[in-house]
Nanobody
Framework: VQLQASGGGLVQAGGSLRLSCAASGRTFSTYHMGWFRQAPGKEREFVAAINWSGDRTYYADSVKGRFTISRDNAKNTVYLQMNSLKPEDTAIYYC????????????????WGQGTELTVSS
């Protein structure tokens, strides 16, 4: 599986943005998917996860109520809708597949793409 995240950019605090992560390969729909982020000088942290069929989701407390994860298996794509953005959301965002739902650590995620960078200005 190859992953290509996109949709990042510069946004003002309080704004919204939607990230996309397109996956190659026929096995996308068999994986649960997660979004992680990594700010400069910090460890990669869990943001959100969605199960293979899209009917179960899980969020980090820091984004609950502001971010929404979704997926379209027909398009091999997972999304992260981000609303009410804060400067502390600034990071590089990564998506990754896993066979474990829910894993909030990076240990079970088998592939990582290059990520997409989000900067939230105050």
């Amino acid at each position: 599986v190859q992953l290509q995240a996109s949709g990042g950019g510069l946004v003002q605090a309080g704004g919204s943005l939607r990230l996309s992560c397109a996956a190659s390969g026929r096995t996308f729909s068999t994986y649960h998917m997660g979004w992680f982020r990594q700010a400069p000088g910090k460890e990669r942290e869990f943001v959100a996860a969605i199960n293979w069929s899209g009917d179960r989701t899980y969020y980090a407390d820091s984004v609950k109520g502001r971010f929404t994860i979704s997926r379209d298996n027909a398009k091999n794509t997972v999304y992260l809708q981000m609303n009410s953005l804060k400067p502390e959301d600034t990071a590089i965002y990564y998506c990754a597949p896993t066979y474990t739902f829910v894993d909030v650590t990076t240990s079970s995620y088998v592939y990582w793409g290059q990520g997409t960078e989000l900067t939230v200005s105050s």
